[in-house]
């Protein structure tokens, strides 16, 4: 997997589109079918290797927060910010052929979930007063 994405590739088109339902993908390049038979295309293939990259990193994660030897973490922790990259490479290849697309968000829609979640914030322990045992007089 390590000629995937080792070029910086940008779309910097779909950013002067309006952004009310914009679909943000490149053009597909090849000769994919569009109505396809059973069998598995390039695209099929990498949509699958993309996924199971998914896969790897949320089980590493897991595996990662839950290591207590040192070296294990370590070691573990190479790995998912290996599997983290080659996912990266993965999504930028299929996003350049135009095999994965993305919606677009319009500026309200944007601002609207950065409230929803930035009032969260007042919920996180670090913004409670502190909790003190009450002593008793013993």
């Known amino acids: 997997m ?4 080792q070029q910086n590739y940008q779309n910097p ?3 002067n589109q309006p952004s ?3 679909t943000i993908k490149n053009p597909q390049t090849g000769q994919m079918p569009r109505v396809k038979g059973p ?3 390039d695209r ?3 949509n699958d290797m993309l996924a199971t ?3 790897l990193t949320d089980n590493f994660n897991v595996f990662l927060r839950e290591a207590s030897y040192t070296e294990l ?3 573990v922790n190479q790995i ?3 599997t983290h990259q080659e996912a990266r490479n993965l999504f930028t290849f299929m996003f350049n052929k135009g095999w994965y697309s993305l919606q677009a968000e319009s500026a309200q829609q944007v601002a609207e979930a950065a409230q929803k979640f930035g009032s969260y914030q007042s919920q996180f322990a670090q913004n409670q007063p502190s909790y003190t045992q009450p002593s008793y007089g013993m």
């Open 53 to 55: 990259e998914k896969y």
């Open 20 to 22: 009310s339902q914009v």
């Open 2 to 5: 390590q000629g995937f994405g």
């Open 13 to 15: 088109g779909f950013f």
């Open 44 to 46: 099929d293939r990498l």
């Open 39 to 41: 069998e598995m295309n």
């Open 73 to 75: 973490h370590q070691d």
């Open 80 to 82: 998912l910010n290996q």
